[in-house]
């Protein structure tokens, strides 16, 4: 009796202290999502429901009741989700060949598979239409042109999509014990069916990820709609932006961001329910333990099928680029990286365009840095053990709010800026800061995604034997925690930093034009005619696919199996 | 990996450090900078401005806001609190709107006297006609040859046959030579028209894409930058793309590989205001003066490649050699874009998506 | 029931199995033993179907394999660390493999409690798989194993990881259950004394070979090379010379038997054939070290060094003659505890 009262009690004060620190780690956090994301994205929404100072909730029903609109989301949703399955379908078998199959480049290979996300929508159109579209490698071989019709726009999402299920699901399946399967198949199962009933489950929380991000993704495509669907299709990103800074119909731009969040968010909370549903401990090898060469003729047939969907999808893109780079007026040469050098003499590019690069990694420094403290805050806060009956719902709400900026269009964010930060103390609008902030925004969910699962996984053991030999809270934090995550944390930083890399919508609003990155100044390229500018462009792009890649090289030295999702 | 972790955890306090400091110093005016909002197309020659900080002693720091739509609404969104002192780059499709959000405050820079009353769109001074363009059809000099045919010169022309499946131009709904060359026909036409032209041209084969860069670039088979892969040798661009597809050429040819088809072009004058509200507006009333000042206007055709609207400024060799004059282009009143803008895309996007 | 015929497994340069030639007879229990890395495990895989031989022949019940995909062949495996599916609960561990075979659900319901009762688990269907200890993880991946009632039945160190009471008593009680079940069995194990009380029939794996097989009485009596003697726990290996009906050991003389070859031979004195009597009589020798190894036998081991030079020599004796540490005594040889080890 008296047991357990003082049990009751001690849990009590648990609960108390542990939601102290808890609410502590999360301010940060949370003052940087309301300051940079909350309230400009309610400044701009308010601009346009309240245009004369008092609520317009007519339009409301004007822009729900059109049928132009209904159209949009109904193509936006099922693009997205056909985009996501076809990513999946072909990502899946990629994913294992990735995790469980030994062959020479698979490194290089993994690490190219990423570019596509840096790369400026605008560019990777234009490689994907030389294949795809006319004249390309399918039209060539037989005949098919893509760039007419709706699979190119799912094609391109697949080509902007493979890494994230490559990685979230070849990343677990690397590490997932191969005899679970062996063991369902002595009991009588067949390939299928073990895969079915045993991988399948297993790989669900990845899979419900992947699909997540995937799924976000392609729900706000812009650019690659734009280039490949326009003016046939649009989504309601491509639809948002041109009410905004084509049309400034800002009440109709507010309702259409409204109805996208709420998409988002219900999207959201279906997922935290399954995934929650299917989380269970795994039983989790090294992942060096179980790649092996390809054996008999089924794993060397998926290992070509996928080189060669890779090839075709992935390399031969980007091949493209490298090779417009280098084919200059004078048949190949150096020639257009040689003029990136060379001062413009105007205010285009007041210094020479290979300052961008500087440009580029500055920024991308700056918003890694500023993602990583957010981020790990963020994910300190979500694994501080909770007390008794802890306040599982507040996390679960905060772990949502974080992905939310990947739901959320560009140009709401880069107006909301504009809007929201114009007075001072928090006149940012001349500040470079503007956009490592915004490029961070994008950066914290993955940041939040790949350490969480580490950081969960620190044995608590651990902690309590460094409190009991006399480490306080925060010490225990430096001693044990940080040590185990910071490997991780280097691959979480791998991630935030290729995200701002590629950042373009937000960044192409907020970038000063005396410091462009290397998507900006590809698109500067880009909108002048003349050889040298474009041959510029795509040495430019070349040039930011080798940082990227280079980057990625680096950090697949240093990823290890305990990294998360990403 | 201890190393590292410290190294970002400094790293990530002299951020903190930062953002403090920027919050709390605000925007820096010291009267000696004039801040010029434009769009991402801007260009000047850095020894032009050099002259101008000479004479005035104005620095120019020059901000951009993205395409040139974007540029006004985000000005309208900051309207007597403006991001600048001078805004560059509103054209005629645009203009209506800046005027109607009243984001400008007149004035009367000197040398308009020299411009030409046919660029003047506001009679009471809020907005500076700087530059004038053309949106034309081009075309492929070497296809035509080689096809010993005569290029098209009037929008007539590209219903016909002979252009079967030869044009490719750009999204009126995201592209401004797209929405340009969609005016061109409605201005030519009339409202009752132009329908049953664009049903005339998807009859004959017209590729609508996305734009400008895809167009051009990817499709139009006389672009030095596509390497003359595409398979399209007409295309809707500037009757300056010409001038600007020899600019590096060394030698200099006889001739541009493109020409321009005289009779399809559209006008639209670029025009540029003092904001409202400027924090410096005594050095933006300067920099409009320099905008409209001989040094600059010889310096635009080849910085954005568009023409002067001084009468007495001299254009360039390249252009006198290379470049092709329009023929009585379509002009429209920017009331009356404004007005019919958002229906007559709606009308067009239906015409050529089914 | 099952017959490996030269199978040959390699992997890479490493040869895993080489040119194995067993056979286990309808309700047999064989349990193999070796060390570590002998190719024990690596023979279940090749049985169940998970690795293919290089060369070789695996029947069951006179058929061919090779062509027979794993979940065909009709064996179950229990694995080392049991590989419980952790997304399902108990029951449904169990169920698996009868869902597998398409058995309707009202007949795995009954067979599963059936099972779990045979195990010790009744009524544990519904128990989280991460919610049981250790011994009872084992018992559900035996019961899992069993279910679809497999021709044969294989288990991968199936008590290895247990603490030493507890697999005692399992050890016993995996036997009560074969037999009561009629099960033949294959079992892998690097423990001499969880083989001796589990098999019909030990076989013994060196290096992917085949170096022993037998009953566990004659394994135990009649080692039949150095490595397996060794690898039972015996120290007394010497080389001795048989000369007519006498062995010269560094340790003294022995009568031989009749059979042994003359010369030089490679023996094996196993302990308890070493007989204690006072410093006088026999070899003179001090002793070093005494271990009280408990359990029933209650026997003390002794290790002795002899006076005058030449490897120290295991003794084991009752508790209570046993001397102390320093004694001096004398020690004999008993001819029927000598073995003659074969492949010097």
New interface residues.
Partial sequence: MDVTRREVVRAKGRFASGNLVRLGLMAVPFVFFGLFFAYPVAA?VG?GLRPEGAWAFSVLGEVLADPAIGRVLWFTLWQAAASTALTLALGVPAAYVFARLEFPGKRLLRAVLVIPFVLPT?VA??AF??LL???GVLDGLFGVRLDTSVWAILVAHVFFNFAVVVRTVGGLWAQL?P??E??????????A??WR??VL??LAPSIGAASLIVFLFTFTSFGIV???????YATLEVEIY?Q?????QLPTAAVLTLLQLLVVVLLLAWHARTVRK?E????LVPAEQTAHPPRGRGQWALLWAVLGVVGVLVVAPLAVLVE?SF?G?DGYGLTFYRQLFTDT????F?VPPIAAVGNSLAYA??AT??A??VGSLAATALTVRRGAGGPGRLVRGFDALLMLPLGTSA?TVG?GF??AL??????????W?LVPLAQALVGVPFVVRTLLPVLRAVDVRLRESAAVLGASPLRVWREVD??MV??S??VA?GFAFAVSLGEFGAT??L????APTLP?AV??F??????????QAMALSTLLMVVCGATLLVLERVRTHSAGEF | MHRYVRRAAAASTALALALLAACGAGSGDDGKTVRLVTHDSFNVSKSVLKKFTERTGYKVEVVSGGDAGAMVNQAALNKGNPQGDVLFGVDTALLSRALDQKIFTPYRAKGLDKVPERYRADDRNRVTPVDSGEICVNYDRKYFAEKDLEPPRTLDDLTKPAYRDLLVTENAATSSPGLGFLLATVDEYGEDGWNSYWKKLRANGVEVVDGWEQAYNDRFSGSRGGKGEGDRPLVVSYASSPPVEVVDADPKPKQAPTGVARETCFQQVEFAGLLDGAGNAEGGRKLLDFLLGKEFQEDMPLQMFVNPVREDARLPELFTRYGEQAKDPATMAPERIADNHEQWVKAWTSLVVK | MLELDGVTVRFGTRTALEEVQLAVAEREIVCVLGPSGSGKSTLLRVVAGLQDPESGAVRLAGQDQARVPVHRRGVGLMFQDQQLFPQRDVGGNVAFGLRMHGVPAERRARRVAELLGVVGLPGAEHRAVASLSGGEQQRVALARALAPQPRLLMLDEPLGQLDRGLRERLTRELRRIFTELGTTALAVTHDQSEAFALADRVVVMEEGRIAQQGTPLEVWRQPASEFVARFLGFENVVTATVHGDGVATPWGKAPAPADWPDGEVRLLVRPTGVRLGPAGTGLRCTVEARTFRGGSGSTVTLLLRPAGGGPPLEASCPLGEAPEEGDVVGATLDPDELVLLGGA
């Fill in positions: 701009i601009r605008v159109g234009s239409l030389a579209g006319r004249g014990d005899r679970q062996e063991a369902a198949r002595v009991l009588g199962a067949g390939r069916a073990a009933r045993v489950p297993a734009q280039i490949l669907g326009g003016p046939r041109r905004t800074a084509d049309l400034f299917r269970s401990t795994l039983s417009r084919n007026p003499g105007n205010t285009t007041p420094a700056a840095a500023l990583l403290v140009v107006f504009l809007v114009d007075e001072p103390p928090l006149d940012l609008r001349e500040s800061l940080l040590p910071g490997r944390a280097a930083a192409v609003f970038a000063r034009p005396d900006v698109a500067r880009l909108g002048r005619a003349g050889e040298a500018n474009y041959g």
